[in-house]
């Protein structure tokens, strides 16, 4: 039995791929959209060898793929909020999700956020956590690790402005993405179970909308997926 609803990943992602897929097709000059850099784009085409216009193609591409990996915590936030006891607070929440005996805050990467929002979101996980039942856990989760390292500890980022730490609570952690959809699931595949079905999804969204068959295989790489996710501290 799979551990995710299809049909409710598939509204999740439908509108994501209609905007990314339409967006190759009709954006056909990107000084259009944005103030072209002229000199820089000149340096770097002159640099890797390649004409301008193939510049500014690579450039238009890597700016929706920017985009696109901008919304990637996001969609992880409302796929996990398809979960039972799970609920997604959206954005705009003080906290990204909520569920039974836990809190959370979703980032991507563990880079993406910087030292001091990193002290915000442990004041925020903080005064959530007084809202909450006794025992209730909040986690700082981290998506991508540092490393490809497992973790679930003490969240206790450094305030440079104090310079302390703040303080340790064995009640706000600090969790990569797949230790956290183990716990949330209870199955320690959970992850690779969606890394496996979302290029199925998509490719049946495709298929559907603009009748272009592709195979899922193309788009996975499980050896990646375990250079990220299972090295061990």
Not at 46 to 59: F, H, M, P
């Amino acid at each position: 039995m799979s551990t995710f609803d299809k049909e409710k990943i598939k509204k999740i992602l439908e509108p994501i791929v209609s905007k990314t897929y339409e967006a190759q097709i009709t954006e056909s000059d990107i000084s259009k959209k944005n103030t072209l850099d002229i000199f820089s784009a000149s340096i770097d085409s002159a640099i890797r060898g390649i004409t301008l216009e193939e510049w500014k193609e690579q450039e238009k591409q890597r700016q929706m793929q920017k985009t696109l990996q901008n919304q990637i915590g996001e969609i992880h936030q409302r796929i996990l909020g398809t979960l039972g006891g799970v609920t997604n607070l959206g954005t705009g929440s003080v906290i990204d999700l909520e569920g039974d005996g836990f809190i959370a805050e979703i980032k991507n990467k563990h880079n993406t956020t910087k030292g001091n929002h990193k002290v915000a979101i442990y004041d925020d996980l903080k005064s959530e956590l007084v809202k909450r039942k006794e025992g209730t856990i909040a986690y700082y989760v981290e998506l991508l690790p540092k490393n490809g390292k497992s973790y679930d500890q003490e969240f206790t980022p450094p305030d440079n402005r104090i310079g302390k730490n703040r303080e340790s609570n064995p009640y706000i952690r600090q969790i990569d993405g797949q230790s956290f959809y183990t716990k949330i699931t209870g199955n320690e595949n959970a992850l690779r179970e969606l890394y496996l079905l979302i290029p199925e999804i998509l490719n049946e969204i495709i298929k559907e909308k603009y009748g272009k068959e592709q195979n899922a295989d193309d788009y996975i790489d499980e050896s990646e997926f375990d250079i990220i996710y299972k090295k061990k501290p």
